[in-house]
């Protein structure tokens, strides 16, 4: 969708999150209260008038009294009016980055991986920070402009009842303010995408950086690093610049013209007073009114010229609600699995005008069988694992798990069934014990009885608090690669899964502990279906069959030969036996 459906389409973007459904639900209260806000701001302009057309030249001062009385209580209604409206604007802010936040993370754990991963972390999180730039203008901004606009109407109605001709002034002020902005408009749309993508860039080379400060420190490249980063900040801080003097530029020109027009109200009505066609408190109320015509119009303004970048950022999150929604509640569930594999004539690109990676792959898998699949980097043995997890659909070709094509069925009710053991662990903020159940505490007693099977308790003993031990931000830093992986192993095994995709998740673990896991493997064998993707051929052992993978195929790879049985030597007759004595 982007930008080119319109702004306030519904087309892709939640339709619970556009403006106008934002405040459906206040409406009522903030047209009540922009109505009341408008009409108490009446009480002032027409004050003056009275004071100077009737109390001073009477000199009335006990009507004096009660008009001070009357216009502080309308003052005092109308500020706090304000400030209700801006608690009701406050509370919409808060509820619109509430719901798009969430829905925009609903999106990205459900979406399609492939489609997930054209775009880095860095993209994905600048689109999600975009959220607070929309936040203050989906928090009745606009609405509440769009509500107030009516009664500049009135303002100007009044001007011209009292002095007709004048009403020009702040017409003619006001048009050519637009003219200004909507100059300045159009060059700030450019200078803000243009700041936009500079911080993009930046964002992505922090992750990189982030993500790999170990080979950075170790091949002493932390200068060079610098240098670069230093580079994309300039870059980001003078698209700042320019963004912020484009801003200040319309806040000083609305300045200028709202003086402008109190200068043009004086100086046009004053001759009006002296030529006796405008009486003084007249020419005080219209220098009021003109005033408090302007106030929305220029808030009107000001709003158009952070629409600018409004409508690059409405851009930029638009994209998350393009990536494809998850359909798959509306597919039939697959009942309880045995754990066979099929793969029929499977095919997978991520691209229709390049060469697909994965191309007509067959293979069937019985339940509780073990398979053993090698191949060079990039050959595309995870993908090969997404695939048969369900986490991606091929371009061609069927996944079946006992029959079942994974493409056209709801699958996930099969996610604890079928466990993906990745190469990297990754750990989430918790205690280690919740790092292995995943928040289930059904699976608790399972979880410790995994976490012993494969000798996490020895490392857990160590630390304070055992399994207990609390995982913040960047904590799991400290923690060995190879427990990290033992960790995911157990997390994956704790649901008696029938399908195990395993991908290579034992590089970072030690000798002992690569014995220790060829024993729970073999301990499940004819229990679950095992995929082995490893480059160790003491795991690859373990499997009825392998294929390498190449050139996009599983090549099978002969059995390995059974050494033959030894002969044993033919024994030599004793001395004593009659075959070695001979006939007599």
Request: proline share 5%; net charge neutral.
């Amino acid at each position: 969708m982007g930008g080119k459906d319109g702004f306030f389409s519904n087309e892709g973007w939640p339709a619970r999150l556009t403006p106008f459904s934002m405040v459906s639900t206040v409406m009522g209260d903030l047209f009540l209260v922009s109505f009341m806000i408008n009409l108490l701001g009446l009480a002032l302009p027409l004050t003056l008038l009275q004071i100077y057309d009737r109390i001073l030249q009477f000199q009335a001062i006990s009507t004096l009294s009660l008009l001070i009385l009357g216009v502080s209580i309308a003052l005092l209604l109308e500020g706090i009016l304000r400030m209700g409206r801006s608690y009701i604007g406050a509370w919409l802010g808060a509820r619109f980055e509430h719901l798009a936040a969430c829905s925009a993370m609903e999106r990205f754990l459900t979406t399609n991986l492939a489609d997930f991963e054209r775009d880095g972390s860095g993209v994905h999180l600048e689109r999600l920070n975009a959220l607070n730039i929309l936040k203050d203008f989906y928090a009745g901004q606009a609405v509440g402009v769009i509500l107030d606009l009516p009664f500049v109407a009135v303002y100007l109605g009044l001007i011209y009842h009292l002095a007709q001709g004048l009403v020009l002034v702040p017409v003619i002020v006001f048009l050519l303010f637009v003219i200004f902005v909507w100059l300045i408009g159009e060059q700030l749309h450019k200078q803000v995408g243009a700041r936009i993508e500079s911080d993009d860039r930046r964002i992505n080379f922090i992750i990189e950086i982030l993500s790999g400060i170990h080979a950075i420190k170790s091949m002493a490249m932390e200068a060079m690093m610098l240098r670069r980063y230093e580079r994309l900040s300039e870059a980001c801080a003078k698209g700042a610049e320019e963004v912020g003097i484009q801003g200040a530029d319309s806040q000083n020109i609305g300045s200028f013209f709202s003086q402008i027009s109190m200068v043009g109200v004086v100086s046009f009505g004053a001759i009006m007073v002296v030529s006796q066609e405008l009486t003084i408190g007249g020419l005080a109320a219209c220098t009021m009114l003109s005033g408090r015509a302007l106030q929305p119009l220029q808030r009107a303004v000001g709003i158009w010229t952070r629409f600018q970048t409004i409508r690059l950022a409405k851009d930029r999150v638009a994209k998350i609600f393009d990536l494809p929604a998850d359909h798959s509640a509306d597919k039939p569930t697959i009942p309880e699995i045995e754990g066979r594999l099929t793969l029929e004539g499977v095919s997978f690109g991520f691209a229709a005008d390049k060469p697909p990676l994965l191309h007509d792959l067959n293979l069937d898998v019985a339940p509780g069988e073990i398979i053993g699949i090698s191949g060079d980097n990039g050959s595309g043995k995870t993908i090969l694992l997404w695939l048969m997890m369900g986490a991606l659909n091929p371009t061609a070709g069927r996944v079946l798990i006992d029959g079942y094509d994974l493409a056209t069925h709801n699958t996930r009710n099969l996610m604890d069934k079928v466990s993906y053991l990745p190469q990297i662990g990754m750990l989430f903020r918790g205690t280690i014990l919740e790092n292995i159940h995943m928040f289930r505490n059904q699976y608790l007693d399972e979880a410790i009885r995994t976490a012993k099977l494969l000798e996490l308790e020895e490392f857990v003993s160590k630390l304070p608090k055992g399994f207990e031990t609390m995982i913040d931000d960047g904590a799991d830093e400290s923690i060995p690669r190879g427990i990290k992986q033992r960790i995911t192993l157990a997390r994956s095994l704790v649901t008696h899964p029938k399908v195990v995709l395993f991908d290579e998740a034992n590089t970072g673990i030690d000798g002992r502990g690569d014995e220790n896991l060829k024993n729970v493997i073999l301990g499940m064998k004819n229990q679950a279906t095992i995929i082995l993707i490893s480059a160790r051929p003491s795991l690859l052992n373990l499997a009825s069959r392998s294929f390498l993978l190449k050139d996009g195929t599983l090549v099978p790879k002969p059995p390995k030969p059974t050494a033959a049985p030894t002969a044993l030597p033919t024994p030599v007759p004793a001395a004593n036996t009659p075959s070695a004595l001979g006939n007599v």
